[in-house]
């Protein structure tokens, strides 16, 4: 098999970069792929050998997505900038975006279609055309469907052209059981919990209207550490001009020094800290009274509520100072309207989230933050049309999916009835999504209903899903498995099928249409051709779906004539986009004022509901209460996790230059219990679960950062896949500690941390 030869050392790295901003930029670095490109003049300036191309793309290094233009000369990449157009990116890149050219020219990629010639698991694979893989693909998932039913399909997606899989084809097929990580395993609980307050979603930016807010609170927001580009410009910006900041965190994480205050909270009581704040700005009158009046209902209820939730009660559970919380409430109180907790992305915790998130919303709601300047204001989709095409089998089928393809929402739609399902591999969630997890036993028992194939788009499924023995039991059990993936990752050895796809610098894809203050549609197009034999999503999509008797769904034969059509519903084209820079941005509505005497609310009483009938009439809690979570046990530390500024889930790892810069994970352990358990700062350590189940080696950060009944890892590493050869090996893997996880009653949601670990030291 062909292979790229790239050797970029971190020290020609940082040497060649020039520093903007947001980030670093590559810059001139020696790049010779086989097969790529003829060999380079190195004795001139990448920029002087040639013509530059410049072509737009949205960046697929993390979910955020920031708009970038590429540069290339003579047919490679030689550089990407953020796109000063985009509302997002504003012209500038975090590390990982910096990364993408890394990232396409990784030597590891996959190159070639290939089917399993030895055991599943065994990772033994024989390359074969286009033609075989499809063909063999699309024979398997027909007699699949026709034997058992569309829904005996299901299909995990992620990443940058997941809607092909999980939104597109699950649908033209007729499965419901699509899934994607960022619902059921991230953010649905805030997404459900808006819903049942607002009427609203979050949506995929969180809509703090950071220009002008003057008391910022974060509850295990990792700004910094999870570098989302706009989030670390827009909060630097806010800081710096003065706005405060409380932090609520186990751990002093990089914002938290930051903060004015921190609240090192013991972890799992983050919901009675919530309500004492609302016991004091009720009780000391610091919310905003008149929008409370206007625009919400069931004040009474909550004011009744929380009257005992005093911060001296708050603070035997939480272990913070009664002061404290009083402080901080005060200080939220101070700057309404100009004062928000912003939500938070992960907020699987516990398995109570749903009702935290609402919790937490509520005080936006007292502080009268919604739809307010400096508060939260409210977001907008763009106008543009849908590709016509005859009604899908299935509608809203993705859990993540929008009513408009590629919007950027989480929005979880319902299931095929229009209603919950308590039958399924759908839980009796009151809105019945579909939660990744839970499509894990269906596989495993057959029931309700048999699940006998998979596709996986993008998912690194052994290091996502919680209980990896029991998903390894699924795929044993499966009778078909596809997976389409840029890298082998560890779960490709499980595939049946494997398909190699284009990066996103190399192929066109759906429209980015983003709900935003200003919300905006967003070009991607390819600035290279495909490397070696990989295809675009929608390309294998489209092939499948003519395989499979789907041809009404794809009546557009290219990329190309898809994404025109599209357009043509807002007076524009390809080219067009191209003139206009990848973007165009239309006029939001994100305050009140834009509404008139309308509602901007969509409850059933057109107000903020502190008081949810809905969940009432379920028999669930209608206003939030504190529920504790089981103590780690003696010896044992609760396994908390996050990212690390320089990677992205567990998909970059391997990436050569960000690799260099990061390469394996470490454990924090309060520096006190270390020194009473005689580990030392640096030592490698194993960590066992309470299941028994023993980690990778991992160093040890001995810290005063963090609190002495809980351990901190950075998430993505300790792969076992021999085909990523910076990756592999590399530092534990948190994903495999969590043998066990807490369903959301009211969103589905899988609550990870209730893993505890304890330290096992090596010899």
Same mark, same amino acid.
């Given at each position: 098999?062909?292979?790229?030869?790239?050797?970029?050392?971190?020290?020609?790295?940082?040497?060649?970069?020039?520093?903007?901003?947001?980030?670093?930029?590559?810059?001139?670095?020696?790049?010779?792929?086989?097969?790529?490109?003829?060999?380079?003049?190195?004795?001139?300036?990448?920029?002087?050998?040639?013509?530059?191309?410049?072509?737009?793309?949205?960046?697929?290094?993390?979910?955020?997505?920031?708009?970038?233009?590429?540069?290339?000369?003579?047919?490679?990449?030689?550089?990407?900038?953020?796109?000063?157009?985009?509302?997002?990116?504003?012209?500038?890149?975090?590390?990982?975006?910096?990364?993408?050219?890394?990232?396409?020219?990784?030597?590891?990629?996959?190159?070639?279609?290939?089917?399993?010639?030895?055991?599943?698991?065994?990772?033994?694979?024989?390359?074969?055309?286009?033609?075989?893989?499809?063909?063999?693909?699309?024979?398997?998932?027909?007699?699949?469907?026709?034997?058992?039913?569309?829904?005996?399909?299901?299909?995990?997606?992620?990443?940058?052209?997941?809607?092909?899989?999980?939104?597109?084809?699950?649908?033209?097929?007729?499965?419901?059981?699509?899934?994607?990580?960022?619902?059921?395993?991230?953010?649905?609980?805030?997404?459900?919990?808006?819903?049942?307050?607002?009427?609203?979603?979050?949506?995929?930016?969180?809509?703090?209207?950071?220009?002008?807010?003057?008391?910022?609170?974060?509850?295990?927001?990792?700004?910094?550490?999870?570098?989302?580009?706009?989030?670390?410009?827009?909060?630097?910006?806010?800081?710096?001009?003065?706005?405060?900041?409380?932090?609520?965190?186990?751990?002093?994480?990089?914002?938290?020094?930051?903060?004015?205050?921190?609240?090192?909270?013991?972890?799992?009581?983050?919901?009675?800290?919530?309500?004492?704040?609302?016991?004091?700005?009720?009780?000391?009158?610091?919310?905003?009274?008149?929008?409370?009046?206007?625009?919400?209902?069931?004040?009474?209820?909550?004011?009744?509520?929380?009257?005992?939730?005093?911060?001296?009660?708050?603070?035997?559970?939480?272990?913070?100072?009664?002061?404290?919380?009083?402080?901080?409430?005060?200080?939220?109180?101070?700057?309404?309207? +100009? /004062?928000? #907790?912003?939500? =938070?992305?992960?907020?699987?915790?516990?398995?109570?989230?749903?009702? &935290?998130?609402?919790? *937490? %919303?509520?005080?936006?709601?007292?502080?009268?933050?919604?739809?307010?300047?400096?508060?939260?204001?409210?977001?907008?989709?763009?106008?543009?049309?849908?590709?016509?095409?005859?009604?899908?089998?299935?509608?809203?089928?993705?859990?993540?999916?929008?009513?408009?393809?590629?919007?950027?929402?989480?929005?979880?739609?319902?299931?095929?009835?229009?209603?919950?399902?308590?039958?399924?591999?759908?839980?009796?969630?009151?809105?019945?999504?579909?939660?990744?997890?839970?499509?894990?036993?269906?596989?495993?028992?057959?029931?309700?209903?048999?699940? +006998? /194939?998979? #596709?996986?788009? =993008?998912?690194?499924?052994?290091?996502?899903?919680?209980?990896?023995? &029991?998903?390894?039991? *699924? %795929?044993?059990?499966?009778?078909?498995?596809?997976?389409?993936?840029?890298?082998?990752?560890?779960?490709?050895?499980?595939?049946?099928?494997?398909?190699?796809?284009?990066?996103?610098?190399?192929?066109?894809?759906?429209?980015?249409?983003?709900?935003?203050?200003?919300?905006?549609?967003?070009?991607?197009?390819?600035?290279?051709?495909?490397?070696?034999?990989?295809?675009?999503?929608?390309?294998?999509?489209?092939?499948?779906?003519?395989?499979?008797?789907?041809?009404?769904?794809?009546?557009?034969?290219?990329?190309?004539?898809?994404?025109?059509?599209?357009?043509?519903?807002?007076?524009?084209?390809?080219?067009?986009?191209?003139?206009?820079?990848?973007?165009?941005?239309?006029?939001?509505?994100?305050?009140?004022?834009?509404?008139?005497?309308?509602?901007?609310?969509?409850?059933?009483?057109?107000?903020?509901?502190?008081?949810?009938?809905?969940?009432?009439?379920?028999?669930?809690?209608?206003?939030?209460?504190?529920?504790?979570?089981?103590?780690?046990?003696?010896?044992?530390?609760?396994?908390?996790?996050?990212?690390?500024?320089?990677?992205?889930?567990?998909?970059?790892?391997?990436?050569?230059?960000?690799?260099?810069?990061?390469?394996?994970?470490?454990?924090?352990?309060?520096?006190?219990?270390?020194?009473?358990?005689?580990?030392?700062?640096?030592?490698?350590?194993?960590?066992?679960?309470?299941?028994?189940?023993?980690?990778?080696?991992?160093?040890?950060?001995?810290?005063?950062?963090?609190?002495?009944?809980?351990?901190?890892?950075?998430?993505?590493?300790?792969?076992?896949?021999?085909?990523?050869?910076?990756?592999?090996?590399?530092?534990?893997?948190?994903?495999?500690?969590?043998?066990?996880?807490?369903?959301?009653?009211?969103?589905?949601?899988?609550?990870?941390?209730?893993?505890?670990?304890?330290?096992?030291?090596?010899?």
């Amino acid at each position: 098999m062909a292979r790229v030869q790239l050797e970029i050392s971190r020290r020609t790295f940082l040497k060649s970069a020039l520093v903007g901003a947001g980030g670093a930029a590559l810059a001139g670095y020696s790049l010779e792929p086989a097969s790529a490109a003829p060999p380079l003049d190195t004795a001139l300036p990448w920029f002087r050998q040639g013509e530059i191309v410049t072509t737009y793309n949205i960046c697929d290094m993390c979910p955020w997505r920031c708009g970038v233009t590429v540069q290339t000369v003579n047919g490679i990449v030689r550089k990407i900038d953020g796109n000063p157009k985009d509302p997002k990116s504003r012209g500038m890149l975090c590390a990982r975006g910096q990364g993408g050219v890394s990232f396409i020219y990784d030597p590891d990629r996959l190159q070639a279609p290939m089917v399993r010639t030895g055991e599943r698991g065994e990772g033994k694979f024989q390359e074969v055309t286009w033609e075989e893989a499809l063909d063999q693909s699309a024979a398997k998932l027909a007699a699949i469907r026709d034997e058992y039913g569309p829904e005996s399909v299901a299909i995990f997606g992620h990443t940058g052209g997941d809607f092909w899989f999980t939104d597109y084809f699950a649908q033209a097929f007729g499965t419901p059981n699509a899934a994607k990580p960022s619902s059921s395993l991230c953010t649905t609980p805030r997404e459900e919990a808006a819903q049942y307050t607002y009427g609203l979603t979050v949506g995929g930016h969180e809509p703090v209207d950071w220009e002008s807010i003057g008391c910022i609170t974060l509850i295990g927001s990792h700004i910094g550490e999870d570098a989302r580009n706009t989030l670390m410009q827009d909060f630097s910006n806010a800081w710096a001009r003065g706005a405060k900041v409380i932090v609520v965190d186990p751990r002093f994480s990089s914002v938290a020094a930051k903060a004015d205050y921190w609240l090192p909270i013991k972890p799992g009581t983050d919901t009675a800290l919530l309500l004492a704040w609302t016991n004091v700005l009720i009780t000391e009158e610091l919310y905003d009274k008149e929008y409370v009046a206007e625009w919400t209902q069931g004040f009474e209820q909550l004011a009744a509520h929380v009257q005992d939730y005093s911060p001296e009660w708050a603070g035997a559970i939480t272990e913070l100072d009664p002061d404290l919380i009083r402080e901080t409430a005060r200080a939220m109180g101070a700057n309404s309207p +100009k /004062a928000a #907790i912003v939500p =938070g992305r992960h907020v699987t915790w516990y398995g109570n989230d749903t009702q &935290r998130m609402r919790a *937490a %919303f509520s005080i936006n709601a007292l502080l009268g933050a919604y739809g307010r300047e400096g508060g939260m204001y409210l977001n907008k989709s763009p106008y543009i049309e849908a590709y016509p095409h005859p009604p899908f089998e299935v509608t809203g089928s993705s859990g993540g999916c929008s009513a408009e393809p590629g919007a950027e929402s989480d929005e979880l739609p319902l299931g095929p009835s229009g209603k919950a399902r308590a039958d399924g591999a759908r839980q009796t969630f009151l809105r019945g999504a579909t939660a990744m997890q839970e499509l894990i036993e269906p596989m495993i028992s057959g029931k309700p209903y048999p699940i +006998k /194939a998979l #596709i996986i788009y =993008g998912v690194n499924a052994l290091h996502s899903i919680p209980n990896v023995p &029991r998903t390894i039991e *699924a %795929f044993k059990k499966l009778d078909f498995i596809l997976v389409v993936d840029v890298l082998p990752q560890e779960h490709v050895a499980w595939a049946d099928v494997v398909m190699p796809e284009a990066t996103n610098l190399e192929r066109h894809d759906e429209l980015w249409t983003v709900a935003h203050k200003t919300p905006y549609i967003a070009l991607r197009e390819p600035a290279i051709e495909p490397l070696y034999d990989t295809k675009p999503a929608w390309w294998m999509v489209r092939e499948l779906g003519m395989r499979l008797g789907m041809e009404k769904y794809f009546k557009w034969e290219t990329a190309e004539e898809y994404l025109n059509t599209r357009l043509t519903s807002i007076g524009s084209n390809l080219e067009k986009m191209r003139e206009e820079e990848g973007i165009v941005i239309q006029k939001g509505k994100p305050y009140l004022a834009d509404f008139g005497d309308a509602s901007p609310f969509p409850t059933h009483s057109g107000k903020i509901e502190f008081y949810s009938d809905i969940l009432g009439l379920a028999g669930l809690d209608p206003i939030p209460v504190y529920e504790a979570v089981e103590p780690p046990p003696d010896g044992f530390f609760r396994l908390l996790y996050g990212r690390h500024p320089v990677h992205t889930f567990a998909k970059t790892q391997n990436t050569p230059l960000l690799s260099e810069l990061y390469p394996e994970n470490e454990v924090w352990v309060n520096g006190d219990k270390a020194a009473a358990m005689g580990v030392e700062n640096g030592a490698y350590v194993r960590l066992e679960n309470q299941d028994g189940v023993l980690s990778s080696p991992i160093k040890v950060k001995a810290t005063q950062r963090i609190r002495g009944d809980a351990v901190f890892m950075a998430h993505g590493f300790g792969q076992d896949a021999p085909g990523l050869s910076r990756a592999n090996g590399r530092g534990a893997s948190d994903a495999k500690l969590q043998t066990r996880y807490k369903l959301d009653p009211i969103s589905g949601g899988a609550g990870m941390r209730v893993n505890f670990v304890r330290i096992v030291k090596e010899a």
